[in-house]
């Protein structure tokens, strides 16, 4: 029988011989993960040391294993310590030893000894309850009737991937398996929703991370992402923005400007749109991210991605509006068109009133 986690952090760390040099070291991290100040590390400390490793159950529906390939490549905390040290994992397909019937006994069991107190984490979308349950089953029972079963009693949901968070490649059009996010079918707990496709290893654990110091989840912006790490656009974070401001754009992957790093704005770049961590956190410990490497972001972090156009066809949205305001304005039907430089921080205010739609020619002209 698997035993409740009853050991604090600082405990479990101190058994698996963490210095307490090691662990400051530690506290230092997290706190860079979740954009705090230095001065924090030591309300982290204390926190930690005293926090219990919460048990978590994590969901996977209707995805690509992306998320926790994703996850097996963090580096702070590595994978190794995020299980052993962090969390009680008592329930994921790709990482646990067992199988059939002992993972579903697991799984009922770490729901019954953390009544009330364990996490559920989701990658995958999930075929709706008037959909056919046998699009996607787990042991015999349909996706929805699983996560129903299992946020039950859980004290929040964390949604990993844009399959999770905002329905993903399975949600778009036609919608074959009816397919709905997390928080479109989990409507009485705390959802945090964590896309991207994959999301970066550092913010899923960087989220963990915070709930385990302050015993809530962080605050979000309008689509229930926590604005530590989607707070800004790709835009106003990539090293390619002042070739932006130059109107200086690559017109292909293979011309000049491509090679002298020039903005890839004219290749379909969404970053004006979309809002992530990419460009300061980077993925293989912080080695690289895909518009560094040359390629245009496709926005894989936004709702509906999938069925916002063509990938390299460029964008035309306000610059200055905010993941909530473009929220609120796709909700009430409005026209948010705009060209990226016409709307300049400084005139921002009056064009987002205004909302007037700008083309990509007209936008083109003024830089």
Known sequence: MRKKPDKTLGESLRDHGLSRRGFLKLCATTASLMALPPSMVPTIAAALEQARRPSVIWLSFQECTGCTESLTRAHAPTLEDLILD????????????????????????????????????????????????????????S???????????????????????????????????????????????PVINVPGCPPI???????????????????????????AFYGQSIH????????YDKGLFAEGFDDEGAKQGWCLYRLGCKG????????????????????????????????????????????????TLGPTTLLQAGAAGAVVGGGLAALSRKKGRDAAATRQPVTVAELEQKL
Request: glycine share 10%; charged share 20%.
């Open 86 to 141: 962090f969390i009680s994992l008592d329930y994921h397909h790709t990482l646990q030893a067992a199988s059939g019937d002992a993972a579903e006994e697991a799984r009922i069991q770490a729901m019954e000894e953390n009544k009330g107190q364990y996490l559920v984490i989701v990658d995958g979308s999930i075929p709706g309850p008037k959909s056919n349950p046998g699009f996607s089953t787990i042991a015999g029972h």
């Open 143 to 189: 996706n929805y009737d699983i996560l129903m079963e299992t946020v039950e009693h859980a004290v929040a949901v964390i949604a990993v991937g844009t399959c999770a968070a905002f329905g993903g490649l399975p949600q778009a059009r036609p919608n074959p398996t009816g397919a709905l996010s997390v928080r479109e079918l989990v409507r009485d707990k």
């Open 201 to 227: 290893p550092m913010v899923i654990t960087g989220v963990i991370a915070h709930y385990l110091v302050f015993g809530q989840l962080p605050e979000l912006d309008g689509y229930g992402r926590p604005l």
């Open 236 to 243: 106003d974070r990539c090293s390619r923005r002042p070739f």
């Open 272 to 319: 004006p749109t979309t809002y992530n961590a990419c460009a300061t956190m980077k993925w293989n410990d912080g080695t690289s991210w895909p518009v560094e490497s040359g390629h245009p972001c496709l926005g894989c972090s936004e709702p509906r991605f999938w069925d916002a156009g063509g990938f390299y066809e460029p964008v035309s949205v306000p610059l």
